[in-house]
């Protein structure tokens, strides 16, 4: 994983915006972000820090990597995608990528991709990061937006194996009923950039919470139980859900559903806040150390499309 250093705290905040300590704390749970401000440097920075650390804790060779797959949801570019960008920046040199649109879901749809890479032998290594500079896109202005996201990346490597570890199962969902909900107005080919779209502060994030928060509880909790359901898993079954970090209530709604402990839920919503594509990556860099080989995770996703989600993961390997 990688963090960028600074930190932007809710007493910051609070010198921005018309909000405190104790709003963002009971209404989202997050205590404080970090923020990319080299103006330089974007979200293939973040994805290509992440890859470089990840490559030399698990001694992989650049050449050896067949494949990144980059979900971000603040790309470089509009276009091309971000991922060869990142492919260029950490050195791997044999790798193609592309990257994936699937916002706050992006990480569970780009693993489940990958996953289908590697079951179909055609590649042998591949990289799944989550990358996202969300600074650039968060309107500093508007109170109701701006506590919840902040930047990082985080990055996975899938390799084939004989043993019965890896994705398992996974239900992917979208509805495009979100679009109204939560999107970036402008920059798009509907509405292209004009002086009237930048003067409306409309190439960031728009949200209107609570009917996000009102899908986001169920749909979540809903896969999340179903995927128990159909592969015969219990609560005692399950070693970790990992859930993406956009509200903590989203994610106690979540936990409560599937009738975990809270013990086995990862949870870093308060460091780092909302880094969209990056978040359950980061948790399960976090969390590696208590990972064994065979533990059954729960990935678990809900964001802009909408798109959602969960995966039962098999954990592959005991953590040094
Ligand atoms: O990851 C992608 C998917 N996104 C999500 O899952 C996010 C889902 N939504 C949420 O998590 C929540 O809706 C929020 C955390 C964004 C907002 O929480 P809420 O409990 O739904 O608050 P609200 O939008 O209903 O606002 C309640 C009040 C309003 O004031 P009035 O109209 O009641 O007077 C807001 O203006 O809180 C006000 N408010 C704030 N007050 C202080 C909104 N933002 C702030 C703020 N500080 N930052």
Partial sequence: MYVPED?????????MVDTNDEWIMSHMGIKERRILKDKDKASAFLGAQAIKNLLEKTGTNPDEIDL?????????????????????????????????HAACSGFIYALTTASKFIKAGTEKKVI????????????YTDRTTCPIFGDGAAAVLLEATEENVGVMDYILRSDA??????????????????????QNHEHFIYQEGQPVFKYAVTRMADVSAEIMERNGLKADDVAYLVPHQANLRIIDATARRMELD?????????KYGNTT????????????KQLKKGDNLILAAF??????????????????
């Fill in 7 to 15: 930190r932007l705290t809710n007493d910051d905040l609070s010198k």
């Fill in 68 to 100: 990144v797959i980059c979900a971000t949801v603040a790309p470089d570019y509009f276009f091309p995608a971000t991922g060869p960008q990142i492919c260029e920046q950490a050195g791997l040199t044999n790798a193609y990528a592309f990257d994936v």
């Fill in 128 to 139: 799944v990061v989550g990358a996202e500079k969300m600074s650039s896109i968060v309107d």
């Fill in 177 to 198: 009923v979100g679009v109204k909900h939560l999107r970036m107005k402008a920059g798009g080919s509907l509405r292209p950039a004009s002086v009237e779209t930048v």
């Fill in 262 to 270: 809270p013990s086995k839920v990862m949870i870093n919503i308060q």
């Fill in 277 to 288: 594509a990056a978040t359950i990556p980061l948790c399960l860099c976090e969390w590696e």
């Fill in 303 to 320: 964001g802009a499309g909408f798109t959602w989600g969960s995966v039962w993961l098999k954990w592959g390997y005991d953590s040094k």
